[in-house]
């Protein structure tokens, strides 16, 4: 079977990202027994490095599936078919919490935001108010689609603080790149996925799960199986896991949580602020406007880019990754067409949106933008 040829490229896209050498390498280890002792070993490092970057002394389980199957464990693990909640939505991954939460039979109150907008925590302290049968409050910290970071650690004392509900938290493209005291904020069960700010590939997803969680794991009647968080649980009292996890990612997660607690979570905070800052004022340079309709709240590892009315948005984009080398992300859901994006978490550098910003400046005049 021959493919063309994968060139090097600038991934620019907000997952996957791209994977330093050393853990290319690392990943082409032997195979070993994932009920042996070796395996015992790599789960527990790798278990409890997370935990460091979760900021968490709850539990935290690895799971062989992208960053959704995570926030599937989330619902299935805590809910019960009819349970009322909140899922608060102003994007596609919002909108996915949805669904999944609505696919298993909870009752949804759904609570829209303008797309480019974040959410409104005093919207979510109204709702709290009107309906005290409501169960849990499902909240994306990053939302991805849109370059949009939720004001979660607002949403958090709300709903914990002041309610003391269950909280589900889609921190998929935030985790490990955007400060998130899972502890200190109280999350009761948080989700994230291996190919966005961790430097590995896609096929990891993990979660932490409070005690208030196991609590809810007790009454939720929702049907699970491979996603069972005690099933985890038993297994990792073995150092082992459930089903046969995906052990060449676990010799890539050791070494990425080796490089970013190395690096430490403060200066993987600021690296990531820093770049995003250097992004955003890259762009808004050459005339493009931002999706983030308040500059405050816009991502530290996703910039979002109205797609200029001038341009062919499909052939712009082509010309960047055949003629340049980068790729971008472009809409998704309602956005399609309409916007484009640029992924800077995990492995990136100021070097890398360089890079992006000379392409941009070559390529917006050939596809008509007049800026
Ligand atoms: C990438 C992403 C997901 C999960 O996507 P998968 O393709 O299942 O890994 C979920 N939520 C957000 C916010 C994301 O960025």
Known sequence: MTLTKIEPQNLRTPGPTPIP?????EMSLPMINHRGP???????????GLKQVFMTTNDLYILTSSGTGALEAAVV???????????????????RFVQIAEGYGADVIRMDFEWGDAIDPEAIRAELHKDPEIKAVLVTHNETSTGVTHDLESIARIVKGEFNKLLLVDAVSSLGCIPLPVDGW?????????????????????????????????DAKIPRFYFDLMAAERSLSR????????????????????????????????????????????VKALGLELL?????????????????A??????????????????????????????????????VTKDDITEVMEALERVLPKVGFKG
């Open 186 to 218: 109280n999350c009761d069960l948080v989700a994230t996925g291996s190919q966005k700010g961790f430097m590995i590939p896609p096929g990891l997803a993990f979660i932490s799960i409070s005690a208030r969680g196991w609590e809810a794991y007790e």
């Open 77 to 95: 693990n805590t809910l019960s078919p009819g349970d009322k909640v909140i899922a608060a939505t102003a994007g596609s991954f919002g909108d």
């Open 310 to 347: 001038d341009i062919d948005g499909g052939r712009f984009m082509s010309m960047m990754r055949e003629d340049e080398g980068v790729v971008l992300a472009g809409g998704q859901g309602k956005l399609t067409g309409h916007c484009f994006r640029i992924g800077h978490l995990g492995w």
């Open 292 to 308: 983030a309709n308040d500059e405050s709240r816009a991502s530290n590892t996703v910039t979002g880019i109205k797609m200029p």
């Open 239 to 282: 150092g082992q896991t459930p089903w046969t996890p995906n052990v060449a990612l676990l010799y890539g997660l050791r070494l990425g949580l080796d490089h970013i607690l190395g690096e430490g979570l403060e200066n993987v905070y600021e690296r990531h602020a820093e770049v995003a800052a250097y992004c955003r004022a890259g």
């Open 38 to 48: 070796e395996f015992k070993e790599l789960i527990e490092a790798t278990t409890n």
């Open 21 to 25: 050498e050393d853990i290319v390498d």
